[in-house]
């Protein structure tokens, strides 16, 4: 297990090894060594966009990419119930999208 965390509505959000390290890290490379913020993403997300069981949780990475500065990390996370859910990938984006917004980190 690489994690399991709570994100801020209360589920369990866990990422096992074998999904880093067979396909995020595999798919994405960018991401390697990224775990920690992989983590925070989940933990203390910017936004969280629903998609039926699917949510997706975008942060600011602070990480940039050839002509591309302070990407996303976008983590998919597939709900297992109304409490738990997996990370199914992750890589980077240079923008948020989704259908319909579950959740906005509010201002402070």
Do not use: C
Request: aromatic share 8%; net charge neutral.
């Amino acid at each position: 297990m690489i994690f399991e965390v709570m994100d801020p509505l209360g589920r369990r959000i866990r990422l096992i090894r074998e999904r880093w390290e067979n396909h995020i890290v595999d798919e994405h490379p960018e991401l390697e060594g990224q775990e920690e913020k992989l983590k925070e993403t989940v933990e203390n997300p910017d936004f969280i966009y629903k998609e039926d069981d699917v949510r997706i949780y975008y942060r600011i990475s602070e990480i940039s990419l050839k002509r591309y500065h302070d990407l996303y990390i976008r983590a998919v996370i597939r709900l297992e119930s109304e409490h738990r859910g997996r990370v199914v990938t992750a890589h980077l984006r240079d923008k948020p999208t989704g259908r319909e917004i579950e959740w906005i980190r509010p201002r402070r």
